[in-house]
């Protein structure tokens, strides 16, 4: 049973500092997914992974993907309050069945 | 922009009524999906479609919850009788399984609280 971990569930950071949230999953995939979560709002597709080595940027946040290592990082350089939310990762089981990290709730402060 | 669209976004009922929510699907996406999302337990797919033809309905408590697609534009996920447990956001997502691998797109959910 594919099983996906984020880490840390809850980073409170200042703005302008750097940080990275980690999502590990148990069994062979080479596609996946993070999303963000706003509070009360639906899920906002961010970055797809699909192959080794897979690295994408999209303005202060840098995705990556290690299928060895069975692991995804969510970098953010420079954080502003903006990038406040909820991340998630998701792992495809096959077939799109996905399964999802228990999320990273990220709050940054003035 | 093309958007999954779910209704209603707010039900609030009583427990042993019955719950039909919605969704239609982006045109054209051949795979549709049914989320719960609770802060115990997180997303969790309760089932999904294919080309309409259900493929796993396996996260879904089978006594209560059903799940249909009529037609390639409305699918719906039904409660009867819906207990207190279940309320929950439900989430629609849509998607499309060929070259590409586009991800899925989420509708902006369906509240749900049981009295």
């Known amino acids: 049973e594919l099983k996906v971990e984020q880490n840390p569930l809850f980073l409170s950071m200042q703005e302008g500092k750097n940080y990275t949230i980690y999502c590990n999953y148990s069994?062979?995939?080479?596609?996946l997914y993070w999303y963000r979560q706003d509070p009360g709002k639906s899920l906002e597709s961010l970055f797809v992974?699909?192959?080794?080595?897979a690295v994408k940027q999209e303005g202060r946040l840098m995705a990556s993907l290690d299928t060895k290592a069975r692991l995804s990082t969510l970098h953010i350089t420079a954080a502003v309050h903006d990038l406040s939310a909820t991340y998630f990762c998701a792992v495809d089981g096959g077939a799109q069945k996905l399964v999802f990290g228990q999320g990273t709730r990220l709050t940054i402060n003035p | 922009d093309a958007r999954v669209t779910q209704t209603p976004r707010h039900k609030v009922t009583e427990m042993g009524q019955e719950v039909t929510m919605r969704c239609q699907p982006i045109l054209g996406h051949n795979t549709v999906f049914w989320y719960r999302q609770t802060m115990m337990q997180g997303l969790e797919l309760l089932a999904y479609?294919?080309?309409?033809?259900?493929?796993?309905d396996s996260g879904m408590p089978k006594d209560r919850f059903s799940a249909e697609m009529p037609d390639a534009t409305l699918a719906t996920l039904k409660i009867q009788p819906s207990e207190p447990r279940d309320s929950a956001v439900y989430f629609c997502?849509?998607?499309?399984?060929?070259?590409?691998?586009?991800?899925?797109?989420f509708g902006d959910g369906t509240r749900l609280s049981i009295l």
């Open positions: 069994t062979t995939s080479d596609r």
């Open positions: 997502a849509s998607g499309f399984l060929g070259p590409g691998n586009q991800p899925q797109h």
């Open positions: 479609f294919r080309n309409r033809a259900p493929l796993d």
């Open positions: 992974l699909l192959s080794n080595g």
